[in-house]
């Protein structure tokens, strides 16, 4: 298990960016899938983008062009950058570790005026 630590969610205006940050208790190389997932209210949580550690990613095609999910192997983090962000990107922003059985953080709120 690894502890996860959201960070960077906010209030944006449709248009606008933000940079979420995930920092891991321990060391990620070991890792092979590290993501970020989302709720919103009434949805089922869903997979945004995820990480291998080769450093091949993936995207829901919701956010495809306009997010983007780096990892930080000296830095233990994982970081989504959100451009362009749209009213229908509001959720809880959840980073995870090894996938649906692994290890989740806390979220952080992202929500979107429209």
């Known amino acids: 298990q690894v502890q996860l630590v959201e960070s960077g969610g906010g209030l944006v205006q449709a248009g606008g960016s933000l940079r979420l940050s995930c920092a891991a208790s321990?060391?990620?190389?070991?890792?092979?899938?590290m993501g970020w997932f989302r709720q919103a209210p009434g949805k089922q949580r869903e997979l945004v983008a995820g990480?291998?550690?080769?450093?091949?990613?993936n995207y829901a095609d919701s956010v495809k062009g306009r997010f983007t999910i780096s990892r930080d192997g000296a830095k233990n983090t994982v970081n989504l950058q959100m451009n362009s962000l749209k009213f229908e990107d509001t959720a809880v922003y959840y980073c995870?570790?090894?996938?649906?059985?692994?290890?989740w953080g806390q979220g952080t709120q992202v929500t979107v005026s429209s």
């Open positions: 995870n570790a090894g996938g649906w059985n692994g290890s």
């Open positions: 990480i291998a550690s080769n450093g091949i990613t």
């Open positions: 321990r060391t990620i190389f070991s890792i092979n899938f």
